[in-house]
């Protein structure tokens, strides 16, 4: 009889339509059928040319009508037709106005072509047109009308990329979602993996053009004959879907894999071995995108080593991938070892004297900030600062200092307020991101990177809601202008539902979260508080070991008289590497946003507040408040249950959790740490921390992912 149930309930499972359990794999392209009252009707895809690029537009345009709308049918009213003027010849009659579409964008228009509706989805080049499809798709997956369309839209930014700090031991650095995607072990015979073809319609749906493979802390082994042809197995997978590879090169590669005594890029068997290495690799990857070099950073090889300069290095790798088309990314993320100075400030001083020496097809690649990837920096002073090259922008996806992957931060706030803030460089209204987007300067290499939050997981960045920060990234590099409220509500739209009693209290919550993050970790323009060398949990005890700038107490600097970093002229004067106005204001406690202020400001624990408070009540309140936030976060989320499947949603409900505790670790190890110093009582109101400092000091954390 049991037996029977037993047998009964597996034939029954073979024929039932597998339940499509909703993990969070689908990312923001679950295409789940749109309720009938929306009114959207079915409709045929025109054949388009046997090209690449426009069979996946195709593929794609067919998998996302189908899953949302139903089968394309021949017999439907309603034509969609894609492609481009030279495969096209319908397009081509059209006389579209695509020249401002340029290499990469779109047009979607509603005509009548031959007495029936017609969508066109039109561009020069047929990367145009599968980013056209992705845009038309969404808007119904977000329910906006598409009966009457006009739509163009072209990317200001030319390389949209991401940057992966994968390591060929499929460990990732900073990641937190799993194993890297690429198994190299397999590659090249094996690059059939469903995971590589849907990492590029991800990619692509959000128009990133761009994957650097492998950690910029690179082994030289990654420029092999074997592991070249590794990276050529996974071009081809993403060639059509418009994403480019590029490599991180490590310097130190002619000495390793060259034979050679030296990389001085001043000696000719140095740059010899590099163009017969670019030549190498463009014979494999033709369309090979060019190399990323992390150099004299962190204990990096590079040019210093041999008293040459970045200029040297760079326009060294850039005359070795020039003739092939490739560009060098050289990251302006240096400090060194023995320079004193505030590390804020070293950057700008390395790199600023060379603004106009590096050759065209070189982008100094910098990160949003001065320090590292902090929950809040003021944007890095670089940014306006070298009006002669071109300057990229290297934002962190994965959320190393945010609460690695169980902490709901939507990244979107961090990224608009860089990109917004205003560098004054050349009057006002010179932003971050028209630097970024090269309005400001004319300049035409333009590039937007992003440390990829991508592993190995089911759902792909460790958390649903981490999906949200790889979206954003690849929306705000399209335009960096863009409202990173309308792309988290594009998001939650498409990856959980389109109610709005759903969209409105997440999108605010997800607005919110980056600023409660601010508030239980660092508050007030404190940074870098986090644990030792792993980055998890509170550390502002850290202190001693190799370098004074990886502790937390060379950043606070709290003592009986107060806390802060003075980076005004009596301290470390990195105020003046900001253009004037810009500067004047951080070093002005009036005009300071109080947001930074313990960035440039060393002040008294009694040193009032906006509000009226001292700092060290205020320091209590906002660390609090952030615990708070969480807690509102978790009844927000709660509430949302009937409009989420129920796998997700317990993972989030879980992860808020976790992250509601790790908050309340956060209040209360700040509060004794920094209470040790400022010696006053709480705010009224406020609770002692449960634990002595000690106790929270002495927690360790041996297998924190990540590292
Ligand atoms: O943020 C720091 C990280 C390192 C990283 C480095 C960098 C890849 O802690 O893990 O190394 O930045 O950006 O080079």
Known sequence: MRLLTVICLLAGLAVAPVAHAE????????????????GYAPAAIAPVADTPTLKVARAELERGLTGLIGAPSAQANHIILIGTPTSSPAIARLALPLKAAGDEGYLIRTLTLDGKATTVIAANRDVGALYGVYRYLSLIQTRQPVDNLAIASAPKVRLRMLNHWDNLDRSVERGYAGQSIWDWWKLPAYSADPRYVDYARANASIGINGAVLNNVNAKSLSL???????????????????IKVYLSARFSSPIEIGGLKTADPRDPAVAAFWKAKADEIYKVIPDFGGFLVKANSEGQPGPQDYGATHADGANMLADAVGPHGGV????????SHEQPDDRAKQGYSEFKPFDGQFRDNVVIQVKNGAIDFQPREPFHPLFGAMPKSNLGMEFQITKEYLGFATHLAYLGPLYE????????????????????????????????????NIGADRNWSGSQFDQANWYVFGRLAWDPEASSRDIAADWARMTFSNDKRFVAPVVDMMMGSRETVVDYMTPLGLHHQMGRSHHYGPGPWVAGGERADWTSVYYAKAGTDGVGFDRTAKGSNAVAQYAAPVGTCFADLKCVDEKDLLWFHHL???YRLKSGQTLWDGLVTHYSRGVAGVGDMQRTWAATAPY??????????????????????????????????????LPAGEKAPPHSLEYYEGLSFPFAPGN
């Open 604 to 606: 008294s624990w009694d």
């Open 328 to 335: 060098v990314i050289w990251r302006a993320f240096v400090y």
């Open 644 to 681: 989420v499947d129920a796998e997700r949603h317990a993972q989030v409900a879980d992860f808020l959790k976790i992250q509601h505790d790790e908050a309340q670790w956060w209040r209360d190890a700040s509060v004794a740490w920094f209470g040790s110093f400022s010696k006053r009582p």
């Open 23 to 38: 993990d969070g794999h689908d990312l923001w392209l679950r295409y789940r059928p749109v309720e009938a009252s929306a």
């Open 417 to 452: 307020e860089t990109l917004k803030a205003d560098t004054m460089a050349e009057g006002k209204g010179s932003t971050v991101a028209r630097v970024v987007d090269g309005s400001l300067d004319g300049r035409k290499l333009t590039a937007m990177a992003g440390v990829a």
């Open 224 to 242: 092999t004959a074997p592991y070249i042809a590794k990276a050529g197995a996974l071009a081809d997978v993403f060639r059509p879907y418009g």
